[in-house]
């Protein structure tokens, strides 16, 4: 993703004007979620492991929904393995950065 999608001025832009950007491993949202911490309680049922996921939240920390990786996108860099039982067919082909923006314009009203 960060070849591709993430790589786009536009969504560079919009996530920089917009969003909060951070990541974090499936390991250590679980071990936070284990001492008790409220966001990554939250979060921890949602992110599937080893799949790279965009959670999307409210100002106030409550997911809303997300983007995965290898169900969502189909431009993966070469050097990414993909489990293709995992893609959705999709009638319309976007590319990512469309994916993204469509997703971003249907639930946060940015387009």
Known sequence: MR???LSNQRIIRLINERFVSTWIVKDDL???AKKGDKLARQLNPHLQY???D????TPDGKYVNKLNAYQDFLDVHPDVSVPR???KRREKVQTDVEVFLEHVAAHFGVE
């Open 50 to 52: 080893p799949i790279m």
């Open 85 to 87: 039982s995992t893609r």
């Open 30 to 32: 679980d071990a936070l």
């Open 3 to 5: 070849a591709g999608l």
């Open 54 to 57: 965009l959670m999307f939240l």
